[in-house]
């Protein structure tokens, strides 16, 4: 009896369940148009591959757009997929006066959120602040350019002053001085080794 290899398909798809692949080496894009297409509670930024124990996070909205997207994944015999839900909601962790869960809000960006959350608090490094997304992704806030898109069930944290190391302009003085002097030495050294020949 001939051993069917297969893929489970989880979450919101329009036809959930177990799949049997072709053997044509199939992948994300054509195993999710078999399985129905993403239900409209699906959140289109995120998509768990499982193999072997490991949890490979995909961006399902990238990865779908069109089969030949360099997002799309291959898939292989054993592989779970699961599609998530979408919760509505943006957490915000750290430095903030109110950290929280918040009501996810199409358009708002990191400081409508923060606001949102009560503002930095007198800890906050204003500097490092990041945003993971749900499909594994991670982006630091940069000050002058901080319109990064959240999505739903992203995840917003500030570090805290105490968190960050400060820079040192003492220790970067300590550490440039010992590089330059262990070139010169190893200049000098070529340079006696060559006049001895």
Partial sequence: ???YRTIEINGEVTFPGQY????NGEDLFSLIKRAGGITKNANSTS???TRDEKEILVNLKKATKFKG??????????DTINVSKKTNTVSIIGA????GTYQFIPGFDVKDYIKMAGGYSKEADRYST???HANGSSEKIKILFSRVKVFDTSTIEVLSKAQVEPFSFTDYAIKLTS???DLLQA????SILSNQN
């Fill in 96 to 99: 903030v006066n109110t950290p």
């Fill in 20 to 23: 049997v692949l072709d053997g």
């Fill in 47 to 49: 998509v768990k591959v």
């Fill in 69 to 78: 997207s360099r997002y799309n994944l291959d898939i292989m015999s054993g």
């Fill in 1 to 3: 009896m001939a051993k």
């Fill in 179 to 181: 590089i330059y002097t």
């Fill in 130 to 132: 990041y945003v993971r």
């Fill in 187 to 190: 200049v000098a050294v070529l």
